[in-house]
């Protein structure tokens, strides 16, 4: 389906490399801000940081996992490698093109990245019948002509699961579930190399989700998508993935094959995320409970030094207050696809 001609692999077969990149969000002060600050008066000025040096690789036909709690920077760093954000340091490349000039207008590369958000209804404009938003981006970029255009449109929906008549309808005419389906189709329609998907079926109910997770593994499979698909949620991500990348307040904490990563996390914080997913867990006669993560996600408004997670950590030690760990194989992992950026890593 992906009849794009495919252009040359880069270095191991890497498509998407992101370099040491970070993205700093000023604060957004408001006219009162100003002028309480003009007058002296305390205002909060501070810088969020919400992705801290992260250097992550995405290979060729691998779907990559993106997992860490709300408000750890996925979004932002999702957005960074599709071009939508430019980076405040380090860089972005696909096949070793810059996704975004520094912080200046989109570079071509940006139709070959495509994303799908996690709220279907604000992606879709209410205006447009389906057919026109799937084929219009294919259109103007010379993917397909007006003769062909509804063919390659039906050709899209019925690859999503939706029939041919479906283009003739409005977004509000689809339930949740198709409305994703039809954003899904949009993006695929301009052949895209990556796919990114954030929180596709966040919004959905979990009847749905199963039969969104489903088509994603239909798509993966048909179409060797390369694809990174960000979530909060464990157990989405496990059926999905290749591999998975655990952040944690704007960091890459582990990467890894998946299955390897939930038999066996390295990374404390990625064990306690694991040991989090809600499940069933008899208490005498009480059900459920499960174990939450200790103390709060701090603010990556002020994130802590050394590594970022040593207050909630079990295994901190003096070292870890103060030196940042790198994202490296460390030596005692036999493992080489394993990284993990701990001082005292698991196992
Ligand atoms: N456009 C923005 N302006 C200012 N701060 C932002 C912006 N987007 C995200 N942030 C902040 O950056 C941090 C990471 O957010 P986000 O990438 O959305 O995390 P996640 O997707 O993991 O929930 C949060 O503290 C969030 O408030
Ligand atoms: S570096 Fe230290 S604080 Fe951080 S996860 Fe490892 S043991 Fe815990
Ligand atoms: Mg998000």
């Known amino acids: 389906m992906m009849s794009q001609a495919q252009p040359e692999g880069t270095q191991d077969g890497v498509l998407l490399q992101v370099s040491k990149a970070s993205k700093q969000f000023a604060p957004s002060l408001s006219f009162g801000?100003?002028?309480?600050?003009?007058?002296?008066?305390?205002?909060?000025?501070?810088?969020?940081?919400?992705?801290?040096?992260?250097?992550?690789?995405?290979?060729?036909?691998?779907?990559?996992?993106?997992?860490?709690?709300?408000?750890?920077?996925?979004?932002?760093?999702?957005?960074?490698?599709?071009?939508?954000?430019?980076?405040?340091?380090?860089?972005?490349?696909?096949?070793?093109?810059?996704?975004?000039?520094?912080?200046?207008?989109?570079?071509?590369?940006?139709?070959?990245?495509q994303m799908v958000f996690q709220d279907p209804f604000a992606s879709l404009d209410p205006r447009v019948r389906i057919g026109e938003t799937i084929g219009e981006g294919p259109l103007y970029h010379g993917l397909v002509d007006q003769t062909r255009v509804k063919?390659?449109?039906?050709?899209?929906?019925?690859?999503?699961?939706?029939?041919?008549?479906?283009?003739?309808?409005?977004?509000?005419?689809?339930?949740?579930?198709?409305?994703?389906?039809?954003?899904?189709?949009?993006?695929?329609?301009?052949?895209?190399?990556?796919?990114?998907?954030?929180?596709?079926?966040?919004?959905?109910?979990?009847?749905?989700?199963?039969?969104?997770?489903?088509?994603?593994?239909?798509?993966?499979?048909?179409?060797?998508?390369?694809?990174?698909?960000?979530?909060h949620d464990l157990g989405v991500i496990r059926h999905i993935t290749d591999n998975i990348a655990v952040m944690y307040l704007g960091r890459i904490v582990e990467r890894g094959p998946t299955l390897q990563v939930y038999e066996n996390p390295r990374h404390p914080y990625t064990r306690a995320l694991l040991d989090s997913i809600p499940r069933l867990v008899t208490e005498g006669d009480e059900l459920v409970t499960f174990k939450a993560i200790e103390g709060e996600l701090p603010?990556?408004?002020?994130?802590?030094?050394?590594?970022?997670?040593?207050?909630?950590?079990?295994?901190?030690?003096?070292?870890?207050?103060?030196?940042?760990?790198?994202?490296?194989?460390?030596?005692?992992?036999?493992?080489?696809?394993?990284h993990v950026a701990c001082h005292f890593p698991i196992g």
């Open 299 to 338: 603010s990556p408004l002020a994130p802590p030094p050394g590594c970022h997670f040593h207050l909630r950590c079990p295994f901190a030690q003096e070292v870890c207050k103060s030196s940042v760990p790198d994202l490296t194989n460390a030596p005692s992992l036999p493992d080489q696809d394993r």
């Open 33 to 113: 801000d100003h002028i309480a600050a003009w007058l002296g008066q305390e205002v909060d000025q501070r810088i969020v940081h919400a992705v801290d040096t992260v250097s992550l690789d995405l290979h060729r036909g691998e779907v990559l996992g993106l997992v860490g709690e709300s408000g750890c920077g996925k979004s932002t760093l999702g957005r960074m490698m599709a071009g939508i954000y430019p980076a405040s340091r380090g860089s972005i490349e696909l096949d070793g093109v810059p996704v975004m000039g520094t912080g200046k207008k989109p570079l071509k590369t940006t139709t070959r990245i």
């Open 151 to 231: 063919a390659y449109v039906a050709q899209w929906l019925e690859t999503v699961g939706l029939p041919a008549e479906a283009a003739e309808r409005f977004p509000h005419q689809f339930s949740g579930g198709q409305r994703q389906r039809v954003a899904i189709a949009r993006a695929l329609a301009m052949q895209p190399d990556v796919l990114i998907c954030d929180e596709p079926v966040a919004s959905l109910d979990v009847s749905i989700q199963a039969q969104i997770i489903n088509l994603f593994l239909k798509l993966k499979h048909e179409l060797n998508l390369t694809m990174l698909f960000i979530s």
